[in-house]
């Protein structure tokens, strides 16, 4: 089965300073797709971003990208330039390829504080 | 475009009853997949709907229960409800069933549910 890790339960970060949110998860399967949410205090669920596994490029989104490290199965979240509104819950999570398991499992999360 | 839409947004019940959350899923969208988040647990697969019909499901007790209708929009049903099912209950929708390759699940504001 497969599993999502988040080392991290809690970060801060100073505004307009970088961090990095860590999570690694493990599969057998090959192709599948990657995501980070963020869920601010509103309880809203926003995808930041999303990575295919076939693809090597890391994917970007404005200020936030990920470093995908496929055969150590690491996925990162590089927030770059953080903003107060960057403040809140963050969930890596693995969605499988496999038509007949369409599931998305997501890690324990990460609450990311930002000082002003 | 509407997003994924909840009702309602918070639901205090008691011990033993029974308890119907909707989903409305964007429009276009024919999968809806629920989940469970609580503190200790985070975030659990519930069941995903395609067409009508339950193609995927967790593990949890037979007491939850969906549905999808024809125009996509879900139904969840918690029956003899327990303390610890107080929960945050998120619907995501998604355009099908396959995860393709520009698929992405997005989620509603989520329905609290809390009993005592």
């Known amino acids: 089965a497969q599993t999502v890790t988040q080392s991290q339960p809690e970060m801060s970060v100073q505004e307009a300073e970088t961090v990095t949110l860590s999570c690694t998860y493990d599969?057998?399967?090959?192709?599948?797709?990657l995501f980070w949410y963020k869920q601010p205090p509103s309880r809203q669920m926003i995808l930041v971003i999303r990575?295919?596994?076939?693809?090597?490029q890391n994917a970007t989104e404005n200020r936030f990208s990920v470093n995908f490290q496929k055969a150590a199965k690491s996925f990162s979240l590089k927030i770059s330039d953080s903003q107060l509104g960057d403040a809140a819950m963050y969930f890596c999570?693995?969605?499988?390829?496999?038509?007949?398991?369409?599931?998305?499992?997501f890690g324990p999360g990460t609450s990311l504080s930002v000082i002003p | 475009k509407a997003g994924v839409t909840q009702t309602p947004r918070y639901l205090i019940k008691t011990r033993g009853q029974q308890v119907t959350l909707s989903c409305s899923p964007i429009?276009?969208?024919?999968?809806v997949s629920w989940y469970q988040q609580t503190p200790g647990q985070g975030l659990q697969f519930l069941f995903e709907?395609?067409?009508?019909?339950?193609?995927n499901k967790g593990n949890f007790p037979g007491r939850f229960s969906g549905r999808q209708f024809s125009n996509s929009r879900s139904e969840m049903n918690v029956s003899t409800l327990e303390l610890g099912d107080s929960a945050l209950y998120l619907c995501?929708?998604?355009?099908?069933?396959?995860?393709?390759?520009?698929?992405?699940?997005?989620f509603g504001p989520g329905t609290r549910l809390t009993v005592l």
């Open positions: 995501a929708s998604s355009r099908t069933l396959r995860s393709t390759r520009t698929d992405t699940q997005y």
């Open positions: 599969t057998s399967e090959s192709d599948y797709y």
């Open positions: 990575q295919e596994a076939y693809k090597q």
């Open positions: 999570a693995y969605r499988t390829m496999k038509t007949s398991y369409d599931k998305v499992i």
């Open positions: 429009s276009g969208h024919r999968s």
């Open positions: 709907y395609f067409s009508e019909t339950q193609r």
